[in-house]
């Protein structure tokens, strides 16, 4: 079976870009059951920029209870946390020295970040790129489901396997691709629809979060920026209404309908109906999910355990990658 790898940075505010460009997307390829799963909490990639200890360990938790409350069952798929299969960091020092600083310093994620300041951004940061093909090629996975904004990554992740397998002469690592389908590849801000909606916003009420009550999600839909104009007749009556279409994208993700299907359905209707139609739909799919994670929440030690049956599954593939890489290279192993 062909592997699918992806992982979620813990570093707070799980929000509804997160749950329908990945995590809603990491359910439906676990259950098709025709590729292998693993997903993972990227403890070692949130801590590129200051994370409180205390707060880490938390959102890993609560991180990890979402995607189990989301349907991620530990049964189908290998579910893990990072820092506790340690082969990961262990090829991505590997990869630190096949990947070219050019290659990292062009990354818009790296840009965006790091800013005007590059020089005081962590050393950490700029690699974090080598560290996420790390993350995937110490798999074998060939694809690997994310929103639009980490297309860039994972297309120097197989970069980084192409000059690996050139500079050593063999056909080892894959060339791992994107998977980016559906309504919801890039969910955008419900302030300012020219922005993606993101973790770091410092307004709320640009987010839904996955732990955000009933009330809150329909109070952040009916206050959500739009225009004044009715829905077209078509989804390309959109094309210059980024608002707009931004709450028609959500609600086909959502619904599991084509963004077309929901124009169609709509046409004609003022935001003060369609808004409201949003969140009683939003808070029908998101209530379960908020509800079933603080549950879990309340039992951390079952977390953990089954992070730590997660770790040792995923070991018994990456101890074998890891092996044969280190022999590639030449690094002599222990017997
Ligand atoms: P992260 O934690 O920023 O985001 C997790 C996933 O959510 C997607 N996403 C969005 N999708 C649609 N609309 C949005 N507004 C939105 N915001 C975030 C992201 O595209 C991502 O799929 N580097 C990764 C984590 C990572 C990883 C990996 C992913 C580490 N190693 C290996 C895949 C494979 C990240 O920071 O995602």
């Given at each position: 079976?062909?592997?699918?790898?992806?992982?979620?940075?813990?570093?707070?505010?799980?929000?509804?870009?997160?749950?329908?460009?990945?995590?809603?997307?990491?359910?439906?390829?676990?259950?098709?059951?025709?590729?292998?799963?693993?997903?993972?909490?990227?403890?070692?990639?949130?801590?590129?920029?200051?994370?409180?200890?205390?707060?880490?360990?938390?959102?890993?938790?609560?991180?990890?209870?979402?995607?189990?409350?989301?349907?991620?069952?530990?049964?189908?798929?290998?579910?893990?946390?990072?820092?506790?299969?340690?082969?990961?960091?262990?090829?991505?020092?590997?990869f630190n020295?096949v990947a070219r600083?050019?290659w990292m310093?062009?990354?818009?994620?790296?840009?965006?970040?790091?800013?005007?300041?590059?020089?005081?951004?962590?050393?950490?940061?700029?690699?974090?790129p080598s560290?996420?093909a790390?993350?995937?090629?110490?798999?074998?996975?060939?694809?690997?489901?994310?929103?639009?904004?980490?297309?860039?990554?994972?297309?120097l992740?197989?970069?980084i396997?192409?000059k690996?397998?050139?500079?050593?002469?063999?056909?080892?690592?894959?060339?791992?691709?994107?998977?980016?389908?559906?309504?919801?590849?890039?969910?955008?801000?419900?302030?300012?629809?020219?922005?993606?909606?993101?973790?770091?916003?410092?307004?709320?009420?640009?987010?839904?979060?996955?732990?955000?009550?009933?009330?809150?999600?329909?109070?952040?839909?009916?206050?959500?920026?739009?225009?004044?104009?009715?829905?077209?007749?078509?989804?390309?009556?959109?094309?210059?209404?980024?608002?707009?279409?931004?709450?028609?994208?959500?609600?086909?993700?959502?619904?599991?309908?084509?963004?077309?299907?929901?124009?169609?359905?709509?046409?004609?209707?003022?935001?003060?109906?369609?808004?409201?139609?949003?969140?009683?739909?939003?808070?029908?799919?998101?209530?379960?999910?908020?509800?079933?994670?603080?549950?879990?929440?309340?039992?951390?030690?079952?977390?953990?355990?089954?992070?730590?049956?997660?770790?040792?599954?995923?070991?018994?593939?990456?101890?074998?990658?890891?092996?044969?890489?280190?022999?590639?290279?030449?690094?002599?192993?222990?017997?």
């Open positions: 079976k062909p592997r699918v790898f992806s992982g979620i940075q813990p570093s707070g505010n799980l929000h509804l870009g997160n749950y329908l460009g990945a995590l809603k997307r990491f359910v439906d390829t676990q259950n098709e059951a025709e590729f292998e799963t693993v997903y993972c909490m990227v403890d070692l990639h949130a801590i590129t920029v200051w994370q409180d200890p205390a707060q880490l360990a938390h959102n890993t938790r609560e991180l990890a209870a979402g995607f189990i409350a989301a349907g991620i069952d530990p049964a189908k798929s290998i579910l893990i946390n990072q820092s506790q299969v340690p082969e990961h960091a262990q090829l991505a020092w590997i020295c600083m050019g310093g062009r990354m818009t994620q790296w840009k965006d970040k790091a800013g005007k300041n590059a020089e005081a951004a962590s050393l950490g940061l700029l690699a974090y560290l996420m790390a993350d995937i090629l110490i798999y074998h996975a060939t694809h690997v489901p994310v929103g639009e904004d980490q297309k860039q990554h994972i297309e992740t197989r970069d396997a192409a690996f397998n050139h500079d050593y002469g063999v056909d080892f690592f894959p060339l791992a691709e994107p998977v980016i389908e559906g309504a919801a590849t890039r969910v955008m801000s419900l302030r300012d629809g020219t922005k993606k909606m993101s973790k770091s916003d410092p307004s709320d009420a640009s987010r839904i979060n996955m732990t955000d009550d009933a009330d809150t999600i329909a109070k952040k839909i009916r206050k959500a920026k739009t225009d004044p104009d009715p829905l077209p007749d078509s989804y390309e009556g959109l094309a210059d209404r980024p608002e707009a279409r931004n709450l028609v994208n959500i609600y086909a993700a959502l619904a599991e309908m084509t963004p077309e299907a929901v124009v169609a359905d709509h046409a004609g209707q003022q935001f003060g109906q369609f808004k409201p139609a949003l969140a009683d739909l939003a808070v029908d799919k998101l209530a379960p999910i908020t509800t079933e994670m603080s549950r879990l929440m309340a039992d951390p030690a079952e977390i953990d355990r089954i992070l730590a049956k997660g770790a040792l599954q995923a070991r018994e593939i990456t101890t074998p990658i890891l092996k044969r890489t280190y022999e590639i290279v030449g690094l002599v192993a222990s017997v």
